[in-house]
């Protein structure tokens, strides 16, 4: 069974930045991509980023592309989400997701899920931009 525990949110200004931690334990090995959502109150989850693990590949959400950076660490079993820039809009509980299939539906390093193709989730972490 794959554990997913995400990490590192909080009350940020606008401009600043948070860099959140997703730590997988488990089969990790067996997963193909591992992803990060959003969910703000009153609004559908959305995809932000997701990560192919065989080839590294990184794919965003169009809102987040020069701001998010997604990465991991494989000694540590852990993804990380380096968030720069951030602003009010990007308010939400974010949620790291993993599941047996690469990063789907990405054009060029874009990519747009709204998560029903993964079956692993963890708690999710409070993201609040605010002056």
């Known amino acids: 069974q794959l554990r997913l525990v995400e990490s590192g949110g909080g009350l940020v200004q606008p401009g600043g930045s948070l860099r959140l931690s997703c730590a997988a334990s488990?089969?990790?090995?067996?997963?193909?991509?591992i992803a990060w959502f959003r969910q703000a109150p009153g609004k559908e989850r959305e995809g932000v980023s997701c990560?192919?693990?065989?080839?590294?590949?990184?794919y965003y959400k169009e809102s987040v592309k020069g701001r998010f950076t997604i990465s991991r660490d494989i000694s540590l079993n852990t993804i990380y989400l380096q968030m720069n820039g951030l602003r009010p809009e990007d308010t939400a509980v974010y949620y790291c997701a993993a599941d047996r299939i690469r990063c789907g539906n990405t054009f060029g390093n874009s990519w747009y899920s709204v998560g029903n193709e993964y079956h692993y989730w963890g708690q999710g972490t409070q993201v609040t931009v605010s002056s």
């Open positions: 990560l192919t693990t065989a080839s590294n590949s990184a």
């Open positions: 488990g089969f990790t090995s067996q997963f193909q991509s």
